[in-house]
Nanobody
Framework: QVQLVESGGGLVQPGGSLRLSCVAS????????IGWFRQAPGKEREGVSC????????YYVDSVKGRFTISRDNFKNTVYLQMNNLAPEDRALYYC??????????????WGRGTQVTVSS
């Protein structure tokens, strides 16, 4: 089992930026893909972005394309989500997750506990 610990959430004004981090512990060979889901109040959890640790291929949900950037540091077992031009609709609890390549919560191997992102003026 992989343990995931997120950090970097907070309160930001519309148009602002945040950088989320997720440190993974356990066996890196247990997963190839790692990324981020989010869940807003009253809504289903949705896949935001995913990256392959092997070749760096990425996925983004349409609503964040051009604003969010996912990256990874395999030596540090860390994945990042740089979020720019944040909007109120980005407000959610952001979860780090392994096995995200199908962008389906049912296929996720491990979850972090989440970090809250609030966008408000």
């Amino acid at each position: 089992q992989v343990q995931l610990v997120e950090s970097g959430g907070g309160l930001v004004q519309p148009g602002g930026s945040l950088r989320l981090s997720c440190v993974a512990s356990g066996s890196p060979s247990d997963y190839e893909h790692i990324g981020w889901f989010r869940q807003a109040p009253g809504k289903e959890r949705e896949g935001v972005s995913c990256i392959s640790r092997r070749d760096g291929r990425t996925y983004y949900v349409d609503s964040v394309k051009g604003r969010f950037t996912i990256s990874r540091d395999n030596f540090k077992n860390t994945v990042y989500l740089q979020m720019n031009n944040l909007a109120p609709e980005d407000r959610a609890l952001y979860y780090c997750a392994t096995d995200c390549e199908l962008v389906d919560v049912g296929f996720v191997g491990s979850w972090g506990r989440g970090t809250q992102v609030t966008v408000s003026s």
